[in-house]
């Protein structure tokens, strides 16, 4: 039990296009969903917490208008980045929150901006 | 909010030596303590988590201890084995009341034939 499916799990794209990150919750209802970067050799980040049905919380540092999250649903919740540039370029991987007490992750997307 | 220390940031042992990675956290609020191993590229894996209402867990090599008084807790892995490299990360949160995971900034560890 408890499997979140992230999707894509790479992306290559061009400098100031938008890529979206999508992660689902398969078997269980994810009320919250945790949004983390990784970069090279380094530890996970958080970048934004979000609850169904409202505005996501951002970690100081983010820029929310840059890193549009949306949790529509209790089994869906999107990262948007918008205009990417190379130094975005990271391993962006959800974590869901369960009722069991623990946290699942998702499967990491691999963003590469050219 | 939650600080999480970790040492070492990398940790060299022949196989069938023990290792031991220890973290400690500042928010005494936080109430679970799992530890992830990662590899490269792939999502944390966990392999061990321990609640605050607990002063240990063992699983097979696997054990952790955790002092709530000091707020430190380590990951303890006896008899390596090569395929133990990877990367491991501690974490800290207050389960159950919708926080996030902090996590230290991990040890690398490589276990030599």
């Known amino acids: 039990g408890a499997v979140v499916s992230q999707h894509p799990s790479w992306v290559i794209c061009k400098s100031g296009t938008s890529v979206k990150i999508e992660c689902r919750s398969l078997?269980?209802?994810?009320?919250?969903m945790f949004w983390y970067r990784q970069f090279p050799k380094q530890s996970l980040m958080l970048m934004a917490t979000?609850?169904?049905?409202?505005?996501?919380?951002?970690e100081q540092g983010v820029e929310k208008d840059k890193f549009l999250i949306n949790h529509a649903s209790l089994t869906l919740s999107t990262l948007t980045v918008t205009s990417a540039h190379p130094e975005d370029s990271s391993f962006y991987i959800c974590?869901?929150?369960?009722?069991?007490?623990?946290?699942?992750f998702g499967s990491g997307t691999r963003l590469t901006v050219v | 909010g939650e600080n999480v220390e970790q040492h070492p940031s990398t940790l060299s042992v022949q196989e069938g030596d023990s290792a031991v990675i220890k973290c400690t956290y500042s928010?005494?609020?936080?109430?679970?303590f799992p530890w992830y191993k990662q590899e490269l590229g792939k999502r944390p894996q966990l392999i061990i988590d321990?609640?605050?209402?607990?002063g240990e867990k063992k699983d097979q090599r696997i054990a952790v201890t955790l002092n709530k008084t000091a707020k430190h807790f380590s990951l303890h892995i006896t008899e390596t084995q090569p395929e133990d490299s990877a990367v491991y990360f501690c974490?800290?949160?207050?389960?159950?009341?919708?926080?996030?995971?902090?996590f230290g900034k991990g040890t690398s560890l490589l276990v030599t034939p």
């Open positions: 321990i609640r605050s209402n607990v």
């Open positions: 974590s869901a929150s369960h009722i069991l007490g623990g946290y699942t």
């Open positions: 974490a800290a949160s207050q389960a159950n009341s919708g926080y996030a995971l902090n």
């Open positions: 928010d005494s609020a936080s109430n679970y």
């Open positions: 078997d269980f209802q994810a009320t919250t």
């Open positions: 979000s609850n169904e049905g409202s505005k996501a919380t951002y």
